[in-house]
């Protein structure tokens, strides 16, 4: 998508810190980390959130999620780690590209603000 934000770093279009990158699947360091490890897991494909998901994505879900898997073994969170992903305004989405926020390297809390 032309004016999006992540369609660009994941084209290379945009600098990011990549950690990961597939045919279908582009892993970058967030700009404004929230806990030590903090990376956004993102499909290149342009969905704009998990609620435009359907049954057609299973195999770029099992993706992801193989990746968020790898990416916390690298990086040392066998103790744990948090996955998330905002979905609209009230949730805290400020990019519409659906993406997977890893985050770990400290203790989390909960609930989440
Ligand atoms: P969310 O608020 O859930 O839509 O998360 C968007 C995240 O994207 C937020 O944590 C900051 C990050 N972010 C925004 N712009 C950039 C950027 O240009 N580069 C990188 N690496 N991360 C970005």
Not at 14 to 31: M, P, T, Y
Not at 45 to 50: C, L
């Amino acid at each position: 998508m032309a004016d999006c934000l992540f369609c660009k770093i994941a084209a290379g279009e945009i600098e990011s810190e990549l950690v990961h990158e597939s045919g279908g699947v582009v892993a970058f360091r967030d700009i404004n980390p929230a806990a030590p490890t903090h990376i956004l897991v993102i499909p290149r494909e342009h969905i704009e959130s998990a609620d435009h998901l359907t049954e057609t994505k299973g195999v770029l879900l099992g993706e992801l999620f193989a990746t968020i898997a790898g990416l916390a073994e690298k990086e040392g969170l066998g103790d744990g780690y948090r996955v998330v992903t905002n979905i609209g305004r009230d949730a805290g989405q400020s990019v519409d590209h659906l993406h997977f926020h890893l985050m770990g390297g400290r203790q989390m809390s909960w609930p989440p603000g």
